[in-house]
């Protein structure tokens, strides 16, 4: 489980087990001691570019796998990064393949759920979860409350998702029953409507990306962290469970970007739930609305001209 304070990851994934291979380069490479926002709210980061490979200030390993075509003993590898770092792991399960002409329908999925045809693939992915020596959270079918196109899991009926959450948190607490399980919308309006019920949720995950090109020409003016999160967390902390921004990311001119930094990790008496935040470190391959194409939310990559 993620450890709570002060002890405590919409874009295309690395495989774990290309992360993995990876690793050993990403080594020999000295990154900066400290490339985490300023602060003392606990931090974490989903990585494959390993900038903060060797940083003191992460305490959350963000992994992301698909339950289809995967490698399973990537898992194993992870766990082996996260506990030379003294760092708990949150393993974001994508309910489909990462082989994009390979993916199932929204309705095949939904009906496979219902009809137990997916349990084997959860279930495998959760008896290794057991197995591993970090601290563990569990965040399944994320941002189900957008209907923005991006995941076949997203905005289904309300109650249609709550049942297939519901009957893979069963499944995988029956693996793994030492799980924390994050439920984890974007934080929208209609979030709440998706809420599974208090024994279904250990934490609550939020995603907040900034594009300061995005808010200036479409909302009239650039946002900060503060403003997203205080948005959000008012609308989920109703449920009274430990709030998690669980994707994080930022991207624009060098005054922006300061000002998001330096908001991430701060202090907040307001908001004795939130309990960290985790960034995002990878470039974006969905296209963000309105033509303005793909963000690189990269630390080294995401102050623009």
């Known amino acids: 489980m993620l450890p709570?304070?002060?002890?405590?990851?919409?874009?295309?994934?690395?495989?774990?087990?290309?992360?993995?291979?990876?690793?050993?380069?990403?080594?020999?490479?000295?990154?900066?001691?400290?490339?985490?926002?300023p602060g003392p709210l606990p931090?974490?980061?989903?990585?494959?570019?390993?900038?903060?490979?060797?940083?003191?200030?992460?305490?959350?390993?963000?992994?992301?796998?698909?339950?289809?075509?995967?490698?399973?003993?990537?898992?194993?590898?992870a766990d082996l990064y996260a506990l030379e770092r003294n760092r708990a792991l949150l393993i974001t399960v994508e309910p489909w393949t990462w082989t994009r002409d390979e993916r199932n329908t929204a309705n095949f999925l939904r009906r496979g759920i219902d009809a137990g045809y997916y349990d084997a693939n959860m279930r495998s992915i959760c008896n290794v979860i057991a197995t591993l020596q970090s601290p563990v959270s569990v965040r399944w079918g994320h941002e189900m409350e957008t209907d923005d196109g991006q995941f076949i899991w997203s905005a289904w009926n309300p109650a249609d998702y709550i049942r297939a959450y519901r009957r893979m948190i069963d499944v995988c607490r029956a693996a793994a029953p030492d799980i924390n399980v994050v439920w984890s919308p974007i934080g929208l309006e209609n979030a709440n409507d998706y809420y599974p019920g208090d024994d279904y949720v250990?934490?609550?995950?939020?995603?907040?990306?900034?594009?300061?090109?995005?808010?200036?020409?479409?909302?009239?003016g650039a946002l900060s962290f503060d403003e997203i999160l205080e948005e959000r967390y008012n609308r989920v902390k109703v449920?009274?469970?430990?709030?998690?921004?669980?994707?994080?990311g930022y991207s624009g001119k060098a005054d922006y970007v300061d000002l998001w930094e330096g908001q991430v990790r701060k202090q907040r008496p307001e908001m004795p739930l939130l309990v960290g935040a985790a960034y995002f470190n990878q470039p974006e391959v969905y296209e963000w609305p309105d033509g303005f194409g793909l963000p690189d939310w990269r630390i080294d990559q995401r102050v623009l001209p």
């Open 4 to 37: 709570t304070v002060p002890t405590i990851k919409t874009a295309a994934r690395l495989r774990l087990a290309q992360v993995a291979l990876l690793a050993p380069i990403l080594a020999l490479i000295p990154p900066p001691l400290t490339a985490a926002p």
């Open 43 to 77: 931090f974490g980061v989903y990585d494959p570019q390993g900038d903060f490979i060797s940083d003191p200030e992460v305490s959350i390993e963000h992994v992301f796998m698909p339950w289809e075509d995967v490698s399973l003993s990537s898992l194993l590898e």
């Open 202 to 220: 250990d934490l609550v995950g939020l995603s907040i990306f900034g594009l300061e090109a995005w808010e200036i020409e479409i909302l009239g």
């Open 239 to 248: 449920h009274g469970k430990p709030v998690l921004v669980a994707e994080l």
